[in-house]
């Protein structure tokens, strides 16, 4: 049966690490230099191998031999702890292999089996930001989420010789690999203008932001095109025949016209990034509306992006591009031609636009455009400025209006609204909302810890900013040096927290900081929920209830769709944590958080019959009771047997990042509301309103 990609003896081959290595060596291609630990090996050998490995390296690498995306990739500060890294990492791989911590600046390259053979697209340098500690690396974290923890240059800041050598590089492996249509070369420039190869990807990662993705377009690509060569390539190695794009596939949107916004300045700019380029390349497809994206800029200016600039990392990233614009244009250009050149590339394999961003004021955006999808999270974004200001201009958007966004972003004013409706069994966790001390000492913050206490349930709290979101500065506290940490790193201006002490944290749980100092925070009950996880059982996941916990109440996240005084909700998900408190990770990075949708009854589950429908009633009447419109999502515990409920929060404009429970959901109602569908639903009730 023909495929896309490289053939199985060849991706045995490059897929390990060590065997990649020894192949590129014998052809003389420089490799990253490794040592092997193998299964057979003993302790003692293995212990050998890790004493004399590389004497002259500061720090060493250990990774799996077979293994991607950096999982159970570690960086060893010395001997010792490479030793204990290396003990648990052959607990469950066979293969092992350490390398010198490298220096230089790490590349990547996509490359496509052209007519005549590899061609490499434009490279990529990494540069990474924002280190908690020297060990950190390039890692899952920083290669899938939406983030300004890495920064990819693409061009490289390179001469055209430097990144003609790491093109040349690229192409060299992938023939001597044997790999075909399509692969990743990654790789280390060193001082000298060299390349060593440090990972070789058969098939590249391809989420919305990928590599593959950002390469293509620097040609003027879109998703489907680089998609369309690739299976292409794979065709015509097999003889069969892929039909060219028709004039109707390639005729220009005339739906009507909105402007996806995204961006901005909060601590969660960067998932506003992943939602907003998700909507846009959602509603590409739409023959009702044609999107067009918009960056917001921390400095409150607006750039009309194009493909090419908007699949960028982070809003650092974004900007940096929009800025350089022009400079970056001339070198992109130069090298994108001869690439097409070598790849053959007609006009209609080329969809995406390319041409350099445009820098508007607020003003001219405003009058630019009469329909706005907002996909901005938290600051004025939901707290009802950006409402107001488009209600003055005759605007229609999607969301709340400013009364209701300015709600759901004070979680307090929110707890006050929900505690009205309790005798609907809809509930409020005590809240107390406090103002951050400037000054810090130990009797004051003892003071304010006992008030705290006395007030809620239990010694247990979780504190938040008042009106941040999506896990900004949520953590829980169990005693009053947890809270003393805690406001020193607030007034510290901290940008995350990772192994900081908290008594109620793990040390790997990593938790991302507001961006401003908050003014007030909000401490609330920590609620016991079922212990209920997601476990590997006889090969298949299965869902584990109350192995310690058995308290009757789980977490979930429903979304609401509809007019004001009319939102419905949809099938609520359950929301598994794996520590407690849900990351930045598992609400928006695929692959990480566990969502289940429905809630599942006997025998799967232990929700009871009627419960989901209780809840969806309870949430829908919350809707309405904030004044919500359009769109939202309410987090909430839920009885899995009352159906009774306990608000956590209102968001007006929700995360519509690719992995976001809101298209699981609506996937889930009856009849299936596809993930486009749900977008054009929500701009036609904008247009509505």
């Excluded at 469950?92 to 350490?98: A, F, L, P, T």
């Excluded at 300004?148 to 800041?157: F, M």
């Excluded at 249509?181 to 070789?200: C, E, H, K, M, N």
Aim: proline residues 6%; contains cysteine; hydrophobic residues 40%.
């Amino acid at each position: 049966m023909p495929y896309v990609g490289t053939g199985a003896e060849a991706c045995a081959t490059a897929f390990d690490k060590y065997r990649a290595k020894e192949a590129l060596d014998a052809r003389g291609i420089g490799a990253v230099p490794s040592v092997l630990v193998e299964a057979g090996m003993s302790d003692a050998e293995a212990e050998q191998i890790v004493a004399g490995a590389f004497p002259d390296a500061d720090k060493l690498v250990l990774k799996p031999a077979k293994g991607g995306s950096s999982i159970d990739v570690f960086v060893a500060r010395d001997r010792g702890a490479a030793a204990d890294i290396l003990r648990e990492l052959r607990k469950r791989y066979d293969r092992v292999v350490i390398q010198p911590r490298m220096t230089g600046v790490e590349v990547t390259t996509i490359v496509l089996e052209g007519p005549d053979g590899p061609v490499s697209l434009i490279p990529v340098e990494i540069e990474l930001h924002n280190r908690v500690a020297d060990e950190e690396i390039f890692d899952y974290r920083r290669k899938y989420l939406a983030s300004n923890d890495s920064h990819y240059h693409c061009p490289p800041p390179r001469d055209d010789e430097t990144i003609a050598e790491i093109q040349r590089t690229a192409e060299a492996v992938f023939t001597a690999l044997g790999l075909r249509d399509f692969a990743r070369i990654d790789g280390w420039l060193q001082p000298d203008g060299t390349i060593l190869v440090s990972d070789v990807n058969p098939i590249s990662g391809m989420e919305q932001n990928s590599f593959l993705f950002i390469q293509a377009a620097q040609l003027g690509m879109a998703h489907a095109d680089v998609l369309r060569e690739v299976l292409r390539a794979a065709a015509r190695r097999a003889g069969l025949d892929l039909p060219r794009l028709s004039a109707s596939d390639r005729a220009a949107q005339t739906g009507r016209p909105v402007a996806v916004l995204f961006g901005g300045a909060t601590a969660e700019r960067q998932v506003s990034v992943l939602s907003g380029t998700n909507v846009w390349l959602k509603l590409a497809r739409s023959e009702r509306y044609a999107p067009m994206p918009y960056l917001l800029s921390p400095d409150g200016s607006v750039w009309q992006v194009s493909y090419s600039t908007a699949l960028r990392h982070s809003v650092e990233e974004i900007v940096y591009a929009c800025r350089d614009g022009q400079r970056l244009e001339e070198r992109r250009a130069r090298l994108a031609a001869r690439i097409i050149e070598r790849l053959a590339l007609p006009d209609e394999a080329r969809t995406a636009s390319v041409v350099p961003p445009v820098q508007l004021s607020m003003d001219e955006f405003l009058a630019r455009h009469d329909l706005v999808f907002i996909a901005l999270h938290g600051g004025i974004g939901e707290n009802g400025t950006l409402q107001e200001l488009f209600d003055r201009h005759g605007i229609r958007y999607n969301g709340s209006g400013p009364d209701g966004s300015r709600l759901c972003a004070d979680k307090y004013e929110t707890g006050r609204v929900v505690a009205t409706l309790a005798g609907e069994g809809i509930h409020t966790a005590r809240r107390i909302r406090v103002d951050v001390p400037a000054v810090l000492d130990d009797a004051a913050v003892e003071a304010i810890w006992q008030d705290i206490v006395a007030q809620c349930t239990g010694t247990r709290v979780v504190v938040k900013p008042l009106d941040d979101g999506c896990s900004a500065g949520i953590v829980p506290l169990g005693n009053a040096a947890d809270l003393r940490l805690y406001l020193e790193l607030i007034n510290a201006d901290a940008r995350r927290i990772k192994d900081a002490g908290f008594s109620l944290l793990t040390p790997e749980q990593l938790i991302e900081m507001p961006t401003t100092r908050p003014q007030h925070l909000l401490f609330e009950d920590y609620i016991d929920t079922d212990d209920l996880r997601v476990e590997d059982r006889a090969g298949s996941a299965e869902l584990v209830w109350g192995l310690e916990r058995d308290t009757g109440w789980i977490e979930v996240t429903v979304g609401v769709l509809g007019p004001k005084g009319a939102m419905a909700a949809m099938n609520p998900s359950i929301t598994v944590a794996s520590a407690g408190i849900l990351s930045l990770e598992e609400k928006f990075m695929g692959g990480t958080g566990v969502n289940i949708t429905p809630p599942p009854g006997p025998p799967l589950g232990r929700v009871e019959p009627g419960a989901v429908e209780a809840v969806r009633a309870r949430i829908a009447r919350t809707a309405n009771a904030l004044g919500m419109a359009g769109y939202g999502r309410i987090d909430a515990f839920m009885h899995r047997k009352t159906g009774e409920v306990i608000i956590i929060e209102a968001n007006s404009l929700p995360g519509l990042t690719p992995a976001t429970v809101f298209y699981h959901q609506g996937l889930a109602e009856e009849p299936p509301l596809p993930p486009r569908q749900i977008l054009e639903r929500i701009l036609d009730l904008a247009a509505e309103a």
